[in-house]
């Protein structure tokens, strides 16, 4: 049933094109994307499907504060620095 | 009647706008992870310096280079249409313009900065361009200004649209570029999500990873990255648009524009074309700028469920509670400005103080003004920008209305040639728009009424 939605499709906004549900669902590293309310909550009880298959401590990781983009390339920046060999 | 405003390459402005400037409400410093503000050297290993020192500038007025001018003028100044065939099919006493971004060799207004940040890489010794694309259009603006000028360019396309979009990664091959698909066996970051993911579709924050690994990891230093959106040195280099539409609405004998209007995702465009003239509206004009978003998924608007809440440091979309659960709490709101998650903050703080005022429209709305577009102007308008052309559209049927002549100007952002997909889902009737349920929002709004407030920072003047 979690795959009920897969074939759906919509706008992604943030790569410019059409997808379907199922990339929706699993953009963030096999989570939903954080849009995915806000892209889908017209077109079916995204609210609903949700709550059914996601923890709470997956909710809450899939919808953390957003960043500005210049904080987020700061950390970027920090991250390769020490993945550096 | 003239149909077009031409501008001579002479003509064309010498000069980028920087409304940062003159914001009434200053932004902030942006700040990094531990809180403090964003220093240059912390940006160094990724913007040539000069160009950091432009995203941080306070200078109202940036000359352009005479080695970026020269490449502009390829396709630039760009002409300013009259829509003549656009304003009889709606019988409109309005005089609707358009500035014609789309004539631009990738397609789009997107090289405006391409090829600023290209040369600026080049002048300050850089070799090679890295960043990140979901359909390409950045990609292909940056491939083709890093052609023209020698430098390599490489572009980490998420893996779906690589599989999904093919065109404009062979636009990218074509200028020169490497485009491969990200998650990448070529960096830690692409190879710990591939171990963890082998079939995984990619991201777009995966691919920027990868992109700004690249760039600090090449210890020869001859390698940074580059970004097409939200930052302030990117708007400004799109105001070029702008600059250009006011001289070329004078040529048009046109000596105030009513409306201006553009489509908005990171807000490049629609401050390329905004800004100078949301200066003259500081100073005094009288002008509706409207930025233009889908309603199907907002950033700007309130759509029912989104409650753009947040600030410098943490801003967050609110959800209603009631909605993921009870016991999800949303992030904490810090006090400072609003922003609205990947919009560009000098956007951001510009809705704030009411200068500029969002709208959200529906999709098939949408396609109906680009399919009107196209079969009265001629041309066929990248998705995105058929958000501009409906808010023209629906602004053009209210002068009707009122039976007042007004000056509209609208961004056409990109042609859609590459982008046929949802034309094609329209034409099918695969497309529709949905209505919430009014008692389902009054629930939703119910659900937020009490969270805290952000605080705000305006002057109050608009």
Redesign the interface.
Same mark, same amino acid.
């Given at each position: 049933m979690m795959k009920f939605h897969d074939d759906k499709?919509?706008?992604?906004?943030?790569?410019?094109?059409?997808?379907t549900f199922e990339?929706c669902r699993?953009?963030?590293?096999?989570l939903p994307?954080?849009?995915i309310?806000?892209?889908w909550?017209?077109?079916f009880n995204i609210?609903y499907y949700?709550?059914e298959y996601y923890k709470?401590d997956e909710?809450?990781h899939i919808?953390?504060?957003?960043?500005?983009?210049?904080?987020?390339?700061?950390?970027?920046?920090?991250?390769?620095?020490q993945?550096?060999p | 009647m003239p149909t077009k405003a031409f501008l001579t390459e002479d003509e064309m402005p010498r000069q980028w706008y920087n409304l940062a400037v003159d914001l009434p409400s200053p932004l902030q410093p942006?700040?990094?992870?531990d809180g403090n503000p964003?220093s240059p050297d912390?940006?160094a290993?990724?913007f040539p310096m000069n160009l950091v020192e432009q995203e941080m500038s306070q200078e109202r007025w940036i000359t352009i280079p005479e080695g970026i001018l020269e490449i502009l003028w390829r396709w630039r100044p760009t002409p300013l249409h009259r829509a003549y065939a656009l304003e009889k099919a709606i019988g409109t006493p309005a005089k609707i313009y358009y500035k014609n971004e789309s004539v631009s060799p990738p397609g789009s207004h997107k090289p405006n900065t391409a090829v600023a940040q290209a040369w600026y890489n080049k002048e300050f010794g850089i070799k090679r361009i890295v960043t990140e694309t979901?359909?390409?259009?950045w990609g292909s603006a940056l491939a083709f200004a890093c052609s023209l000028l020698g430098l390599e360019c490489k572009v980490y396309m998420?893996r779906?649209?690589f599989d999904?979009?093919p065109f404009r990664k062979i636009m990218m091959q074509t200028w020169g570029a490497t485009c491969i698909a990200s998650p990448s066996n070529q960096t830690?970051?692409g190879r710990s999500?591939l171990d963890?993911?082998p079939d @995984?579709?990619g991201?777009?924050?995966?691919a920027?990873?990868e992109a700004?690994?690249e760039?600090? %990891?090449d210890k020869s230093g001859n390698t940074r990255y580059a970004?097409g959106s939200?930052?302030n040195h990117v708007l400004l280099h799109q105001t070029i648009i702008g600059l250009e539409a006011k001289k070329q609405l004078e040529k048009m004998g046109e000596k105030k524009v009513d409306i201006v209007i553009g489509c908005a995702?990171g807000g490049s465009n629609f401050a390329g074309l905004s800004f100078p003239f949301v200066n003259d509206k500081i100073n005094g004009a009288d002008i509706e700028i409207i930025p233009v978003e889908?309603f199907?998924?907002? @950033?700007m608007t309130k759509?029912?469920?989104?409650y753009d809440h947040?600030d410098?440091?943490?801003? %967050?979309?609110l959800?209603?509670m009631y909605?993921?659960?009870h016991?999800?709490?949303?992030?904490?709101i810090h006090a400072g400005g609003l922003?609205y998650?990947?919009m560009a903050?000098l956007v951001s703080q510009a809705i704030v103080e009411g200068l500029i005022t969002p709208r959200a429209i529906h999709?098939l709305e949408c396609y109906e003004a680009a399919v009107l577009f196209a079969k009265t102007e001629g041309i066929i308008c990248a998705?995105?920008t058929s958000h501009a052309i409906a808010a023209t559209i629906q602004e053009a049927k209210k002068a009707k209305e009122e039976g007042k002549e007004k000056v509209i100007l609208f961004n056409m952002s990109g042609h859609g040639l590459m982008?046929m997909?949802?034309y094609q889902?329209f034409f099918a009737g695969?497309l529709?728009?949905?209505?919430?349920p009014e008692h389902e929002m009054g629930d939703a709004l119910k659900a937020v009424e009490n969270l805290p407030k952000p605080k705000i920072v305006k002057t109050g003047k608009w």
């Open positions: 499709k919509t706008y992604c906004r943030k790569l410019g094109h059409h997808l990339y699993r953009e963030k590293q096999g994307c954080k849009k309310i806000d892209c909550f017209e077109k609210q949700l709550q709470v909710l809450a919808f953390e504060a957003p960043r500005p983009k210049m904080e987020t390339l700061v950390e970027l920046i920090r991250q390769a620095q993945r550096m | 942006p700040l990094g992870p964003v912390m940006l290993p990724v979901g359909a390409g259009q998420v779906i649209s999904q979009k830690q970051a999500i963890q993911m @995984t579709p991201s777009l924050g995966i920027i990873s700004v690994e760039a600090v %990891t970004l939200v930052l995702g889908p199907s998924c907002p @950033t759509g029912p469920f989104i947040g410098t440091a943490k801003m %967050t979309p959800l209603p909605s993921l659960g016991d999800f709490i949303p992030p904490p922003r998650h990947g903050p999709q998705p995105e982008d997909a949802g889902s695969q529709h728009d949905y209505e919430l």
